[in-house]
Structures are given as C-alpha cells and as structure tokens.
C-alpha cells in the first residue's frame, strides 16, 4: 500500500522568504509520481507541481521547486520569496503506476501561514 | 476551459435524506474520480472512473453510497439516506490517461447533514 507523510501540520514563513514543505512517501514501486496542491481558504485544490520517480532533475515552475530525494523516498516543496498570497494547505499526493491505478493518494497536509 | 463543475455548492440536508452530488469532467478527460474531505481522515478517495466504467470502489464508505456516470460528461454521487457523519467536503477531479497527468479538481460540495 502507498502511504504519503507530511510531518508538519503548520508552518509560518516571513513574507519574501523561502520555506520548505517536507512529504516523504512509502512504496515498493520503482515507477510513480508525486504532486503537489496547494488548498487556499477558498477551498478548491490548485496543481503545482509534478515529479516523476525517473526524472533526472528536480522539477521547478515559477516559485516552486521539488528537492527529490529518491533513496530518501521525500520530495519536498520549496516556495521561493514567499508571498501573503502563498498563505494556504499544502497537499502532497502519489500515484503508482505499477498498480494500474491512477488515483492519486494524498497526505495530511501542511498550513502554510506567510507573516508580513 | 470551464474546468471541472461541481453542484451545488453547498447542501444542507436532515439525517435519513437523500443527496445527490454533480460533476461535469473536463471535456476530453479518461478519468474521473470522487474524493471525500475531512479534517480527521483528510482526503480519501471514494470511486473513480475510466471511460464511464467504475474501476475501483474500495473506498466508498458503504452501501449508502452510490455513483454513477452515465456518459462522459456527467457523475453522480448518491446517498442514501444520508447521516450526519456523512458531512464533508466532496470533490469531483478529472484527468487524461498519461500517467503524469494532475488531477484536475472541481470547487467540491460541503455537505452537512443535520
């Protein structure tokens, strides 16, 4: 079974700074995905960012980045020059592909607070 | 793209009712899934379809709950008769096929039973 962990239930980031979302993950799976949502106030679940278990380098997009570690099994987020509007749950998610199923599982999430 | 629609919103609804939740799939998608949000189990996974066809329904709670979808641009979820602890946020997310595909979600119902 695949299991996703995020051990910080909330963080708080001075506005303009960087921070790092931990998510460490559980599977016997070489081929797999991880996602990355982000879960304002207003509750609908916006996609950030992927990472593939066979991608070479660590995924960015804009502000955020992954820091995969595969032996680790972690991936995690890093917000770069953090912004009010960052201020939100984070969810960490991973599909399995060897299992022939496309659901993603998510963990607990992270709230993250941005202090100005 | 309108993205994934959800309906309604918000239900409010008395112990021992019926509820039906709405979704319209982004056009094109293979998949749609149901989710269900709460703050003690966080999100778990209800049901999710390929092509119309129900693949896995291991995580739907109980035979209270029903889905279907009957063509590819429209999902029920039932319940019935609902119970309080059925209150939750539900999402309906769609995707295409190809494995790195996110999950597209819709605005999700927040469903209290009273």
């Known amino acids: 079974a695949q299991k996703i962990t995020q051990t910080q239930p909330g963080m708080f980031v001075q506005e303009k700074e960087a921070v790092t979302l931990d998510c460490t993950y559980d599977t016997s799976d070489q081929s797999y995905g991880l996602f990355w949502y982000k879960q304002p106030s207003s509750g609908e679940m916006i996609f950030l960012i992927y990472q593939g278990s066979y991608d070479e380098q660590n995924a960015t997009e804009g502000r955020y980045s992954l820091n995969f570690q595969k032996a680790r099994k972690s991936t995690n987020l890093v917000i770069s020059a953090s912004q009010l509007g960052d201020s939100a749950m984070y969810f960490c998610?991973?599909?399995?592909w060897g299992a022939g199923s496309y659901q993603l599982t998510f963990g607990k999430g992270t709230k993250l607070s941005v202090i100005p | 793209d309108a993205g994934v629609i959800q309906s309604p919103r918000h239900e409010v609804t008395e112990m021992g009712q019926e509820v039906t939740l709405r979704c319209k799939p982004i056009s094109g998608h293979d998949y749609l899934f149901w989710y269900r949000q709460t703050m003690m189990r966080g999100l778990e996974l209800l049901i999710y379809?390929?092509?119309?066809?129900?693949?896995?329904d291991s995580g739907m709670p109980e035979d209270r709950f029903s889905a279907k979808m009957p063509n590819a641009s429209f999902s029920t979820l039932k319940i019935q008769p609902s119970e309080p602890r059925d209150s939750a946020v539900y999402f309906c997310?769609?995707?295409?096929?190809?494995?790195?595909?996110?999950?597209?979600f819709g605005n999700g119902t927040r469903l209290t039973v009273t």
């Open positions: 997310a769609s995707s295409f096929i190809v494995g790195n595909s996110p999950l597209h």
């Open positions: 379809f390929n092509n119309n066809v129900p693949i896995d």
């Open positions: 998610a991973m599909r399995v």
